[in-house]
């Protein structure tokens, strides 16, 4: 950030209203940055790979951010895209309601799912992250949280007036400066597992349009989700999922050579190919 932007005040960005395509920061979906579980995760998720470091810790009180409170992210980069496409300007200070982020992200919107908006936002603030991706020497480490700030606005009679949040200037920077997005399917939203949703956002971005397909192998994908999940669970839930085929878009195969060592194919589905996608229940990770 540099030292004329941390001198201006911050301008507030009105949400825009309206249907568009959902669009996925890169660097979210390449590396481990949430929790997979439903359940409270205060573990720290500490990876390193190369030159990339990803280090994350929650608080006791409301653990990590989770990849469902990741949609908050992923409704944010959308809005600063398609502003942007449109010629408007942006600001990490976001003036918004809950009911357009919840209907945004296909959930409901009574007082419970309220409610789990809140406490999606605790987390994203409480969350810290340090990371050497995007930094030129790989060795120093950009902290940060996903949430700076976070407000319910109200008028002076106390008449709610929705919410404020302010973004992290890291994730901002992605997304309207290096424009590191990728458009996801809406039926992404509907992936009720982590993993699923974890693997489907993994596989949007190294996917692409291969006609081969792209392949991982069980160990490495184990290492890049972060899971507390031992290796064995974790590649047991990887093919019950290749056998459901619950990802938008794509077709997973699961391979195993002569030394019984599991790598996950996945290929692009053509649009014309695709069936629409089921609501598949699945039960949470276990930590």
Not at 36 to 41: E, F, N, P, Q, T
Not at 50 to 75: F, N, P
Request: glycine letters at 8%; one cysteine or more.
């Amino acid at each position: 950030m540099s030292a004329e932007r941390d001198r201006t005040p911050l301008a507030r960005f009105r949400a825009l209203p309206g249907d568009f395509a959902p669009r996925d920061a890169q660097d979210l979906m390449a590396w481990p940055f949430f929790s997979l579980a439903k359940s409270r995760r205060t573990r720290p998720i500490d990876f390193r790979s190369g030159g990339v470091t990803v280090r994350v810790e929650g608080t006791a009180e409301h653990g990590i951010a989770t990849i469902w409170d990741a949609d908050v992210l992923i409704w944010a980069a959308s809005q600063w895209m398609q502003a942007h496409d449109a010629g408007l300007p942006t600001s990490r200070r976001i003036v918004t309601t809950p009911y357009e982020i919840l209907r945004f992200i296909g959930r409901g919107t009574s007082l419970r799912d309220y409610q789990r908006l809140r406490a999606a936002f605790d987390r994203l603030q409480s969350t810290s992250v340090a990371t050497s991706i995007r930094e030129t020497t790989g060795r120093r480490l950009h902290r940060f949280s996903w949430l700076n700030e976070w407000k319910e606005r109200a008028d002076r009679s106390g008449r709610p007036l929705g919410v404020e949040l302010i973004l992290p200037d890291w994730f901002y920077a992605g997304i309207v400066e290096h424009s590191l997005v990728l458009t996801i399917d809406p039926a992404y939203f509907r992936l009720s597992g982590g993993i699923e949703r974890w693997l489907y956002r993994l596989v949007r971005k190294h996917g692409g349009s291969q006609r081969a397909g792209w392949r991982f192998g069980f160990r490495h994908l184990h290492a890049k989700s972060g899971s507390q999940m031992s290796c064995a669970d974790f590649a047991l839930w990887l093919r019950r999922i290749a056998k459901r085929q619950p990802l938008p878009g794509y077709m997973l195969h699961v391979e195993r050579d002569r030394m019984a060592n599991e790598t996950l194919l996945f290929r692009r589905v053509p649009f014309a190919a695709r069936v629409p996608s089921r609501h598949c229940g699945q039960r949470r990770e276990s930590l």
